[in-house]
């Protein structure tokens, strides 16, 4: 008896977690595979949109005539609509994050698939694209639900291979540093323009300073800072973006 409760268990546990887990690493070799390929570095920024770092950052990617994927939390979408509108705007690229940033192993089913719901419907309101939205889960976790939620909503899962921690570093050097030591043609750079709930971070301003030394080092080296989808595609992004709701 014991032994097959334990055979339940583990077949439970693989079904929702390792499997999962298997795919996502076949995901992310072709995903940083079709990257490499169209030779240009990416900025994606995680767990906004923030009034206190995404206006700076904006800035500097207008400043730099770059383009970035942010990836927005469906609370901080709902808080900070006009910041959504300003990252469009600017001819960014966002994709979803969940709505509250929950971790994916620690969830049950039916918390994962309505806290990814709520989030798929909140960037709907602001935007036309409701389905195939670019599409990063929190901490880079997939669980079983996951996996059906992007089959479903036909989301692309996006990746990344060079991650400063800048939410932890205090220092704006060190993020630049950690950059720029892995700036390649190919490399989808992780930084983050929020916070989440419960994290131990630092200011997002040091993000902001960081990102204006990688900038820097990006222009000195000739690197083509685009969207995941024009790198993907390897060509324009077709602006398919359009408001839905009144901004005041």
């Not at 994927?69 to 609509?81: D, I, Q, V, W």
């Amino acid at each position: 008896m014991v032994t097959t409760a334990y055979r339940i268990i583990f077949l439970i546990f693989s079904l929702y977690i390792i499997f999962p887990w298997v795919l996502k690493f076949v995901l992310r070799t072709k995903f940083l595979s079709d990257i490499k390929v169209s030779k240009n570095v990416c900025l994606t920024f995680d767990d906004g949109p923030n009034p206190d770092s995404t206006p700076e950052i904006l800035k500097l990617l207008e400043k730099s005539k770059a383009k970035a994927t942010f990836f927005l939390l469906g609370m901080n979408a709902e808080k900070y609509p006009h910041l959504v509108k300003a990252i469009i705007q600017g001819g960014h690229e966002i994709g979803e994050h969940s709505y509250r940033h929950s971790h994916p192993w620690k969830c049950s089913p039916v918390h994962t698939m309505l806290d990814h719901v709520l989030a798929h419907h909140c960037l709907g309101v602001y935007t036309n694209a409701r389905r195939g939205l670019l599409f990063r889960p929190p901490y880079g976790k997939f669980n079983l639900i996951l996996c059906l939620y992007m089959l479903l909503r036909r989301k692309k899962p996006v990746f990344w291979n060079v991650n400063p921690r800048d939410y932890k570093q205090t220092s704006a050097e060190m993020i630049f540093r950690h950059v720029k030591n892995n700036l390649c043609p190919g490399a989808v750079i992780l930084l983050h323009d929020g916070r989440h709930n419960g994290a131990r971070s630092n200011d997002a301003a040091t993000t902001v300073k960081a990102l204006d030394l990688i900038l820097q080092e990006s222009r000195r080296n000739g690197f083509t800072l685009a969207t995941i989808s024009e790198s993907l595609t390897r060509g324009p992004v077709v602006k398919d973006h359009q408001f839905e709701v009144d901004f005041l």
